[in-house]
């Protein structure tokens, strides 16, 4: 993947100015509310019954949290993210057996989590680099999977 000047300061800026904390709960709540099948892989985290329980419960706030530290390393990584995720490919597809098309999904509700939180600042152009630094990050992602 080649990324121009403006790509690279883009996505690390993003990643600079958001607090993971906030912004990784709220991402994995909205996907497991619009999407309740991704409901499924975490079963171990007691009450996903409805979006209340889905939001306030502190397991999925925890765990946006660490989505966002792994994402952390692709940013820091930026020209080698197929090999940073090769990892955490493996644990995805063989042990958690996750659908990897579940990671755009995932993708897509961080998204607009950004884009809320960047307000006026998450220009079109802007957008198109967080995409397509998501695009990298699901297809690292989908790389163990066969
Ligand atoms: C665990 C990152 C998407 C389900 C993890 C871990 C990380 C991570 C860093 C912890 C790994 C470890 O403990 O070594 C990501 C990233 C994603 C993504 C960067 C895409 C942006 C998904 C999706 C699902 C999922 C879409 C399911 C719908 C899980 C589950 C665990 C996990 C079930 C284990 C949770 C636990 O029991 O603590 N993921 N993940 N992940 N992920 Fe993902």
Known sequence: V???DFERTTIQDIFSKIDYGVVG????SRC???????QRYFGSFGNLYNAAAITSNPKVAAHGKVVMEGLEKAV???DNIKATFAELSTLHSEKLQVDPD???LLGDCLTIVVAAQLGKNFTPEVHAAFQKFL??????LRRQYY
Not at 32 to 38: A, G, H, M, Q, S
């Open 102 to 104: 579940n990671f755009k």
């Open 135 to 140: 695009a990298v990050v699901v297809s690292s």
């Open 76 to 78: 820091k990584n930026l």
């Open 32 to 38: 497991l509310i619009v999407y309740p099948w991704t």
């Open 2 to 4: 080649v990324w121009t």
């Open 25 to 28: 709960q709220a991402a994995l």
